[in-house]
């Protein structure tokens, strides 16, 4: 029967898992409070990876996920994290971080930075050890793209996390928004510095200097159509943006973010665009969760992989909270409010995931550090809500507290 099986019937066999498995975990084990659904989709791809169900049922797994079906998961996944990073663009809203410049800048810069410097270093340990760094990959590339792994924030991620908290239209959710939206900024510069391929600078120099020509006269055409037809001409400047900066070397997720990211926000209905993204969540995104589970594969490391995922998730947690903490003391913050600040700022899992996956195409991470970097983005996506929801019933007055 199974021998009879054509392609596109083992696409539906594989979509039917993608869709299913999670959604049963997530509503019958009532997982919300501490796994919220996309958790669930992303360690339910890593399970239905090689590591795992590859190793436990080879035949079932080669019949289900063989190379044909791979590669139509692939294009659908690469669409929908292309839409993502592209809303997470348009989401940024770096006027606001104008009007509060000085403290958004001092605590973007500590929350960024400090988590950087503790990922750098657990990053130059595992150098000391064979098959973590990629072979694409100079020293300072590893070390600098293992570091800015630890230090993201994921922003879209963040703001589903403060709905559920009921916190995302208050003062500190506020707040908390404008540290992130500058911190992806500088997230997405470090990638494009770690790509920087000195074969193809031309070529990348010649993308950045076409964008910056071209973003003026799209950003005029935009103001200029109905909002109906501004939806899909951007999804044209998104494919042309990706396929662009793709071709430069920098990655089409480089593109899809600098897409967004010269977008205002105010062009769309705001509550179109909120169900755009759960909507892209929902529909297609769990597709790049299992795309991204498939890729994990921890048969080399064994558990030194497990072991340098804790040290990476302790490195990323002490180094956020390190870095509010001093923020906080810098500006006068009240007691408790650095620790609710940095512990919602260390919630990784979309951005990460999008993140090493670059530095995995790219050759500058090894299977094994991709899936340490994936486990540390669920284990601090997963502690985020358990550990800040008890904080802010115990200083609720934050929540009410003007920048």
Not at 43 to 56: K, Q, S, V
Not at 75 to 88: E, K
Request: hydrophobic share 60%.
């Amino acid at each position: 029967m199974f021998s009879a099986m054509g392609t596109v019937e083992i696409f539906l066999i594989a979509m039917g898992v993608i869709f299913t498995l999670p959604y049963l975990i997530w509503r019958v084990g009532n997982t919300d409070y501490f796994a919220p659904l996309v958790v669930v989709q992303i360690i339910t791809g890593i399970l239905l990876g090689p590591g795992i169900l590859g190793r436990a049922y080879p035949e079932y797994y080669s019949f289900v996920f063989n190379a044909q079906v791979i590669q139509a998961l692939n294009g659908i996944a690469w669409w929908a994290v292309m839409i993502f990073v592209m809303i997470a663009g348009i989401e940024l809203d770096l006027k606001k971080a104008w009007e509060h410049r000085r403290e958004s800048t001092i605590t973007a810069s500590l929350a960024l930075g400090t988590p950087l410097l503790f990922g750098c270093v657990a990053a130059l340990g595992m150098l000391g050890y064979a098959g973590w760094q990629g072979p694409g990959a100079r020293d300072w590339q590893f070390v600098l793209g293992v570091g800015m792994a630890c230090a993201v924030t994921a922003l879209p991620i963040l703001i589903l996390l403060m709905e559920k908290l009921e916190i995302l239209r208050e003062p500190i959710g506020q707040r908390i928004l404008r540290y992130a939206s500058l911190d992806d900024i500088a997230i997405w510069g470090v990638l494009a510095l770690i790509l920087l391929d000195w074969e193809r600078v031309g070529r990348q120099a010649g993308f950045l200097a076409v964008f910056g020509v071209a973003t003026p006269a799209f950003r005029r055409l935009m103001v200029w159509l109905e909002e109906r037809d501004r939806w899909y001409v951007s999804l044209v400047w998104l494919a042309v943006c990706s396929l662009a900066a793709d071709w430069a070397g920098l990655h089409f997720m480089v593109g899809a973010f600098l897409a967004g990211a010269v977008m205002d926000a105010s062009w769309f209905d705001q509550a179109r665009l909120d169900m755009l993204r759960h909507n892209v969540l929902m529909v297609i995104m769990p597709v790049f969760f299992l795309s991204t589970g498939l890729r994990t594969d921890w048969s080399v490391g064994g558990p030194a992989v497990f072991l340098a995922a804790a040290v990476l998730l302790a490195a990323s947690v002490a180094g956020k909270l390190a870095g509010t903490h001093i923020a906080g003391r810098f500006l006068g913050w009240e007691r408790g409010e650095a620790s609710i600040i940095g512990w919602l700022l260390q919630t990784k899992a979309l951005i990460m995931i999008i993140f090493v996956n670059i530095l995995l195409d790219k050759g500058v991470i090894t299977n094994d550090t991709f899936t340490a970097l994936l486990l540390m983005a669920v284990g601090s996506t997963m502690l985020t809500v358990p550990v800040v929801y008890p904080k802010l019933r115990r200083v609720a007055a934050l929540v009410w507290k003007a920048s």
